[in-house]
Nanobody
Framework: QVQLVESGGGLVQAGGSLRLSCAAS????????MAWYRQAPEKQRELVAA????????NYADSVKGRFTISRDNAKNTVYLQMNSLKPEDTAVYSC????????????????WGQGTQVTVSS
């Protein structure tokens, strides 16, 4: 059994900062890609940032480049999203996704999703 739990969301004024965390737990063998997605009201879910393997390779949506930073602590099976200079358009539910190989399926990676955490940026 593998679970992802996000935390760190909240209400912040434009220009402020938040730090999201996503911790994976359970019968984990290895974790490949970890990523953050977001879904705003009446919008489709979009990829915000992703990090592969050790975290040396990262990708960001154009809308957040220079403002958001994704990082990970493999020893803790945790990925973070530091969000600075937040804008009202960043308001969304942010969800964590991880590609995980578990002891129940050692040779296959499966996608696991957290339940999401609300980020609201006021103007």
């Amino acid at each position: 059994q593998v679970q992802l739990v996000e935390s760190g969301g909240g209400l912040v004024q434009a220009g402020g900062s938040l730090r999201l965390s996503c911790a994976a737990s359970g019968s984990i063998v290895s974790i490949n890609t970890m990523a953050w997605y977001r879904q705003a009201p009446e919008k489709q879910r979009e990829l915000v940032a992703a990090t592969r393997g050790s975290g040396g390779s990262t990708n960001y949506a154009d809308s957040v480049k220079g403002r958001f930073t994704i990082s990970r602590d493999n020893a803790k099976n945790t990925v973070y999203l530091q969000m600075n200079s937040l804008k009202p358009e960043d308001t969304a539910v942010y969800s964590c996704k991880a590609d995980i190989s578990s002891y129940g399926s050692i040779w296959q990676y499966r996608e696991y999703w957290g339940q999401g955490t609300q980020v609201t940026v006021s103007s």
